[in-house]
């Protein structure tokens, strides 16, 4: 469930003015006076349409061809470039040079920013950041993922030797909140426990064993929703999860067009720990704002809050299958 098995290692759970980066190239310098990486003719040649992270499109000519990491600022963006501790709102859709198909859509999110922790080429984009800016990422798989073969990463109809495309768009950049700490088994709940919520219309049916251990069941007759659609079946009484929490979480997730089980930490038998912003949004947004002892059931179409539709495909999935939810919050622990 991780925020983006492409974008950062799994291990990461993510002043100067940027006076001289202007849109059509990669000059500036980052928060420790470093230069930025440049452009280069085959990043500037990248032209999109639609929203990043969202429904992105590439309108410029594929194939691409790449070989060295370059960068362009697309939009300049203004303020303060970010400083390494600090968290930026990023959006980010990542592109097959090679067909131009979007491989991920991310929609925004907050990342942690500490110069060096992230992949190569994402440090290179993020240690210039600056709020508003887009941007554009060229290079070759093997540059970016050096040492990687594209199927670990469940990546088809792609070589070593392919390009890879990234845009990104930053927004509002603060001070990073300090890491949450833990919780004992003894201090969770062991199911969600509260009020009953009636979920709304079309939304899959929730039944709950002795254990709380859900099964979930798709409206007969009713198609799964193009959007990422949230609803509370409990509602808690407990804190309230904040963003950048860590949360202890029971969850299910089965495809709406089957009814399959895919992961489920009822089958694991212990809740699992993550922190809110290291998730994919679909979790994310179910999640934040929310009471311990709640729980949440999350509708999440591929390209609206999930994997996208290539990853979902690498997974076994089909690529337009919609994923299903059932958490229940147990506890949540809030950033110093």
Same mark, same amino acid.
Do not use: C, H, W, Y
């Given at each position: 469930m991780k925020l983006s098995r492409v974008l950062v290692p799994t291990a990461i759970v993510g002043a100067l003015l940027l006076s001289g980066c202007s849109a059509g190239g990669g000059a500036g310098k980052d928060g420790s006076g470093d230069a930025c990486l440049p452009?280069?003719?085959?990043?500037?040649?990248?032209?999109?349409? =639609? %929203? /990043?992270?969202? +429904?992105?499109?590439?309108?410029?000519?594929?194939?691409?061809?790449? !070989?060295?990491?370059?960068?362009?600022?697309?939009?300049?963006?203004? =303020? %303060? /470039?970010?400083? +390494?501790?600090?968290?930026?709102?990023?959006?980010?859709?990542?592109? !097959?040079?090679?067909?131009?198909?979007?491989?991920?859509?991310q929609p925004e999110a907050p990342m942690p920013f500490t110069q060096g922790s992230l992949l190569g080429w994402a440090d290179e984009a993020f240690r210039c950041a600056v709020p508003g800016q887009k941007v554009a990422m060229t290079a070759s798989f093997d540059k970016m993922y050096e040492g990687m073969d594209p199927a670990e990463m469940q990546l088809t109809d792609i070589t070593k030797d392919d390009a890879i495309v990234v845009v990104m768009e930053f927004g509002k950049i603060e001070k990073t909140k300090g890491e949450p700490g833990t919780l004992e088994p003894g201090d969770l709940l062991k199911k969600a426990e509260g009020k009953a919520v009636a979920a709304p219309e079309g939304f899959p049916t929730v039944k709950l064993d002795a254990d709380g251990k859900p099964e979930i069941t798709m409206p007969e007759g009713v198609d799964a929703p193009g959007e990422l659609s949230v609803a509370t079946l409990i509602e808690g009484d407990g804190e309230v999860v904040e963003p950048g929490d860590r949360v202890y979480v029971h969850y299910k997730g089965v495809i709406w067009r089957t009814g399959e089980e895919f992961d489920s930490s009822w089958s694991r038998g212990e809740p699992i720990p993550f922190r809110t912003n290291e998730v994919i949004p679909g979790f994310t947004k179910a999640l934040e704002g929310q009471k311990v002892g709640s729980q949440i059931i999350s509708v999440v179409p591929a390209e609206d809050g999930g994997y996208g539709a290539a990853q979902l495909e690498g997974m076994g999935h089909q690529p337009d299958d919609v994923m299903v939810f059932v958490l229940d919050i147990l506890g949540t622990v809030h950033s110093e």
């Open positions: 452009s280069g003719s085959v990043s500037d040649s990248i032209k999109v349409k =639609g %929203d /990043v992270g969202v +429904d992105l499109e590439i309108t410029s000519k594929v194939p691409v061809k790449a !070989n060295e990491l370059e960068r362009t600022v697309m939009t300049a963006g203004e =303020g %303060d /470039v970010i400083k +390494d501790g600090q968290t930026v709102e990023v959006a980010m859709t990542m592109f !097959n040079g090679k067909t131009g198909e979007a491989l991920q859509q």
